[in-house]
């Protein structure tokens, strides 16, 4: 699936090297967003829990690790696979870190926080057309509109967890039927894009949107015990394990990329 196709080159940009700097849509990309996103549930309860760091140490640690990585990202000013998803996993962190914290340390509701998060999405969207008049990401061609793109990133990581959480855990769904849940409402986006002529970039951000929730049930199915409805991998096995296909799919990526570059 798809974002639409590029429009013609923005005036106030097409006297610079318009070089996008996000990737683009491909099968390989959804593999690893989905894992990224897995891996970013697990790996936030390992940090917090199983190395005792604590969900406040864990917040702060991870916070600047993604100040760091998102640094070495704007610098590139273009896509470089390994630096960019770096910053997607650790994004993909803190925006459960986010959400948890609201819930467990702010005592928040998971519903506001869901209600909060969509807000905060459709005013980041809202703002970033109003100020660039468009949300595709195949026009990601300066600083302020990557700066767009970041954000609406996080807050989906963010809403994404909220989401799972509320319908897993405070409406009783569970982690299976939760992840199932989602798995169908992507599917039914991509019906409507290839088949029923949806707009590829309402798909796209609506399918980002809901592979967090799929990634993360995916994620506490696996790792959380068999009494809370888990298979018991744990959080190390299974954040391990999604690390390693991150890698190896960063290192294809990288290497599919590198001849392009070097043009």
């Not at 819930?103 to 506001?112: K, M, R, S, V």
């Amino acid at each position: 699936m798809s974002d639409t196709t590029p429009s013609p080159a923005d005036p106030r940009i097409a006297s610079s090297a318009a070089v996008n700097r996000v990737p683009q849509v491909t099968p390989g990309f959804w593999l690893i967003k989905l894992t990224a996103v897995t891996m970013g549930e697990t790996a936030a309860d390992f940090l917090a829990v199983n190395l005792g760091l604590g969900l406040g140490t864990t917040t702060v640690l991870m916070t600047a690790i993604l100040i760091a990585a998102m640094l070495w990202q704007f610098r590139q000013k273009a896509y470089v696979p390994m630096v960019y998803w770096t910053a997607v996993v650790l994004i993909s962190v803190v925006g459960t870190l986010i959400t948890d914290n609201m819930t467990d340390a702010l005592g928040i509701p998971l519903l506001y926080s869901t209600i909060g998060f969509t807000v905060a999405l459709a005013a980041t969207f809202a703002i970033w057309f109003a100020s660039e008049r468009t949300l595709s990401i195949h026009e990601v061609f300066t600083f302020r509109r990557e700066a767009f793109y970041w954000l609406a990133i996080l807050f989906t990581f963010a809403l994404g967890t909220a989401v799972g959480d509320l319908i897993s855990e405070a409406f009783g769904v569970g982690f299976a039927g939760t992840g199932i849940l989602f798995g169908l409402i992507i599917a039914s986006l991509a019906l409507g894009y290839f088949a029923l002529g949806l707009d590829g970039m309402w798909a796209f951000w609506l399918c980002y949107i809901f592979t967090r929730p799929l990634g993360a049930s995916f994620g506490d199915f696996l790792s959380q015990p068999a009494d809370f409805g888990g298979l018991g991998l744990g959080t190390t096995v299974t954040s391990l394990v999604f690390l390693a296909v991150i890698a190896v799919t960063v290192l294809v990526m990288t290497r599919r990329a590198a001849p392009t570059r070097a043009q």
